[in-house]
């Protein structure tokens, strides 16, 4: 069923009497579209939208994002409803680590720390030892001990990046993100040839060869920070382009330029379709109708929980 709104009242006047009505709270992603950044009650990245889940006083949790941040927040509060517009918003990176495989890797090798990217199932999450995003992978990593063995998952190139940074060798999980593995290298020299005072930023999702040029490699509030506090005043951004909404509103006064996908499309930058299946008028249905829902057994919240706890505490 499909709730209309009274015509009177526009959608985001419906969403805040809601909201109101039932204690819920929107947890937007900076990839969201902006009309659903402009209605959420806190966006951030996910290191930070987990935090905000973890703390939130809110009966109802609305995730608008994808399907494993919605996971996080229920794993982080099982008596809670915790709602996600549209259950297809899934993710390729979560997508690239079956649990079946990965237990098999896991067996092979018994005496290696699992870390996993939160981008991954609640499953996986159950077989990780601690779980980190990429705000805090570096102190996560440096927190293993030295001498113990580490498979990193399901990221291959967060956990390329990661061992350049700390040095450390790991068992990588070959798996990617189709957004931050769809830049291509050649159009954005060309743009950079275009605009030579540039910065170009990238996430660290992002292929080798894209990071190689960057002149500045971080998370999503990263890069945001870098962005507000730099002398700098033109930057390529190698990220999903919704983050450019928020990073546009911080700076107006600088330029943002996404940086090109390899394959011609009409926005010239790499749009998360995972993220975009939510619309304002989803988000508005599924708090309406308090549905869909995530919902996970006790005995697997139980066990994914601890792992997230574990880089809630580092963090
Ligand atoms: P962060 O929000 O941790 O930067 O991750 C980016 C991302 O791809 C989320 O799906
Ligand atoms: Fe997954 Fe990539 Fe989309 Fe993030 S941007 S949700 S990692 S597919």
Same mark, same amino acid.
């Given at each position: 069923?499909?709730?209309?709104?009274?015509?009177?009242?526009?959608?985001?006047?419906?969403?805040?009497?809601?909201?109101?009505?039932?204690?819920?709270?929107?947890?937007?992603?900076?990839?969201?579209?902006?009309?659903?950044?402009?209605?959420?009650?806190?966006?951030?990245?996910?290191?930070?939208?987990?935090?905000?889940?973890?703390?939130?006083?809110?009966? #109802?949790?609305?995730?608008?994002?994808v399907h494993f941040m919605a996971e996080t927040?229920?794993i982080?509060?099982?008596?809670?409803?915790?709602?996600?517009?549209?259950l297809n918003a899934g993710c390729s990176l979560a997508d690239s680590c079956p649990p079946k495989a990965f237990r098999e890797l896991k067996k092979q090798y018994p005496?290696h720390?699992v870390v996993t990217y939160i981008n991954c199932s609640a499953e996986i999450k159950t077989l990780s030892d601690?779980v980190c995003?990429?705000?805090?992978?570096?102190? $996560?990593?440096?927190?293993?001990?030295?001498?113990?063995?580490i498979i990193f998952a399901p990221d291959k190139n967060l956990g390329?990046?990661?061992?350049?940074?700390?040095?450390?060798?790991m068992l990588l999980w070959d798996g990617a993100c189709i957004v931050h593995e769809?830049?291509?290298?050649?159009?954005?020299?060309?743009?950079?040839?275009?605009? %030579?005072?540039?910065?170009? #930023?990238?996430?660290?999702e992002?292929?080798?060869?894209?990071?190689?040029?960057?002149?500045?490699?971080?998370?999503?509030?990263?890069?945001?920070?870098?962005?507000?506090?730099?002398?700098?005043?033109?930057? #390529? $951004?190698?990220?999903?382009?919704?983050?450019?909404?928020?990073?546009?509103?911080?700076?107006?006064?600088?330029?943002?330029? %996404?940086?090109?996908?390899?394959?011609?499309?009409?926005?010239?930058?790499?749009?998360c379709a995972f993220?975009?299946?939510?619309?304002?008028?989803?988000?508005?249905?599924?708090?309406?109708?308090?549905? %869909?829902?995530i919902t996970l057994s006790?005995d697997l919240m139980?066990k994914a929980?601890?792992p997230i706890?574990?880089?809630?505490?580092?963090?």
């Amino acid at each position: 069923m499909t709730v209309s709104t009274p015509p009177e009242f526009t959608l985001q006047e419906e969403l805040a009497q809601l909201k109101k009505e039932k204690n819920a709270v929107i947890l937007a992603h900076y990839y969201q579209e902006p009309e659903i950044q402009e209605v959420a009650d806190f966006i951030g990245d996910s290191l930070e939208l987990a935090k905000k889940a973890a703390e939130t006083p809110a009966d #109802i949790i609305v995730f608008a994002g994808v399907h494993f941040m919605a996971e996080t927040a229920k794993i982080l509060n099982p008596s809670k409803k915790v709602l996600l517009p549209d259950l297809n918003a899934g993710c390729s990176l979560a997508d690239s680590c079956p649990p079946k495989a990965f237990r098999e890797l896991k067996k092979q090798y018994p005496d290696h720390v699992v870390v996993t990217y939160i981008n991954c199932s609640a499953e996986i999450k159950t077989l990780s030892d601690i779980v980190c995003t990429s705000s805090n992978a570096e102190k $996560v990593i440096n927190s293993i001990p030295p001498e113990k063995p580490i498979i990193f998952a399901p990221d291959k190139n967060l956990g390329k990046y990661l061992m350049q940074k700390t040095g450390r060798k790991m068992l990588l999980w070959d798996g990617a993100c189709i957004v931050h593995e769809a830049f291509s290298l050649d159009k954005l020299l060309e743009l950079y040839g275009q605009h %030579p005072s540039a910065k170009i #930023i990238a996430h660290p999702e992002s292929e080798d060869h894209i990071l190689k040029v960057a002149n500045y490699i971080g998370s999503t509030s990263g890069m945001l920070n870098f962005v507000k506090n730099t002398e700098h005043d033109t930057f #390529i $951004v190698a990220t999903e382009a919704g983050i450019l909404h928020q990073m546009q509103k911080d700076v107006p006064w600088k330029t943002l330029i %996404p940086a090109p996908a390899k394959e011609d499309n009409t926005c010239a930058c790499s749009e998360c379709a995972f993220m975009k299946m939510n619309t304002l008028e989803k988000l508005y249905n599924c708090l309406a109708e308090e549905t %869909p829902e995530i919902t996970l057994s006790q005995d697997l919240m139980k066990k994914a929980l601890r792992p997230i706890e574990r880089m809630l505490e580092l963090s």
